[in-house]
């Protein structure tokens, strides 16, 4: 598998009960995987487990067949290669949507002007380059920070809630965007969400959480039609 956790535990420091205990999870490469599941369900707590700003109390989480967190093993997030987006995007507001872009990347010269140029026309905003993140719509924000992530050539892209900000009128159409954007990136990709329409019309593969634990995953069409009670009422 692509990623693996296994048997992890995680509490947060403020808290006296496990949010994870024995976790256990694999991602499939060169899927769109999406983490389904109602607040604090611990699933953006998964994303940040993978990609290391969080640490387990316990367990291993092993990334292209390396471990990068084990018991004597903790990979720090900027040697991981893994690209994260965060529910706020997070984005530079002093920073116009190239600098923003171009953010992390080691490349100088040509090869950073071609890098940016290549993620400009990716995410279809090569015109509004010199704008500034306040100048541009929530949809196109999240489109630069998406490239952003992508800037650092990662093989895993993580989002945390993409959606959340976003006008409902709007979702479909920008979810069908992103779909077309991950899907030519080619990169394997991890999303985090409470909304059964952001799973259908984004996932290839489905895992259900619920209060920490996986009640059903696989391919998206295939739970989708699962018949336990909780799954059902996700879907109804």
């Known amino acids: 598998?692509?990623?693996?956790?296994?048997?992890?535990?995680?509490?947060?420091?403020?808290?006296?009960?496990?949010?994870?205990?024995?976790?256990?999870?694999?991602?499939?490469?060169?899927?769109?995987?999406?983490?389904?599941?109602?607040?604090?369900?611990?699933?953006?707590?998964?994303?940040?487990?993978?990609?290391?700003?969080?640490?387990?109390?316990?367990?291993?989480?092993?990334?292209?067949?390396?471990?990068?967190?084990?018991?004597?093993?903790?990979?720090?997030?900027?040697?991981?290669?893994?690209?994260?987006?965060?529910?706020?995007?997070?984005?530079?507001?002093?920073?116009?949507?190239?600098?923003?872009?171009?953010?992390?990347?080691?490349?100088?010269?040509?090869?950073?002007k071609k890098k940016l140029n290549q993620l400009l026309e990716l995410i279809d905003l090569k015109d509004l380059k010199e704008r500034y993140p306040h100048q541009i719509s929530g949809g196109q924000q999240q489109r630069v920070a998406l490239a952003r992530a992508l800037a650092i050539d990662p093989a895993l892209i993580l989002?945390?809630?993409?959606?959340?900000?976003?006008?409902?009128?709007?979702?479909?159409?920008?979810?069908?965007?992103?779909?077309?954007i991950l899907k030519k990136a080619g990169v394997t990709t991890v999303f985090v969400s409470h909304d059964k329409d952001d799973a259908l019309d984004l996932a290839d593969n489905l895992v259900v959480l619920k209060d920490g634990k996986i009640v059903t995953q696989g391919p998206a069409e295939t739970v989708k039609s699962d018949n336990s009670k909780y799954v059902k009422g996700l879907f109804s």
């Open 1 to 112: 598998m692509f990623v693996m956790m296994k048997d992890i535990n995680f509490k947060y420091n403020n808290s006296d009960s496990q949010l994870l205990n024995g976790f256990s999870l694999n991602i499939p490469e060169d899927k769109i995987t999406c983490i389904l599941g109602a607040s604090g369900s611990g699933k953006s707590t998964i994303l940040r487990l993978i990609s290391g700003l969080e640490k387990p109390k316990k367990g291993f989480i092993k990334y292209k067949g390396q471990v990068i967190v084990g018991q004597n093993t903790f990979i720090p997030p900027e040697k991981r290669g893994v690209g994260m987006v965060f529910q706020d995007y997070a984005l530079f507001p002093h920073m116009n949507l190239a600098e923003n872009i171009l953010f992390g990347v080691k490349e100088t010269g040509r090869k950073k």
């Open 159 to 180: 989002l945390d809630e993409p959606f959340s900000n976003l006008d409902a009128n709007l979702k479909s159409t920008i979810r069908n965007d992103l779909k077309k």
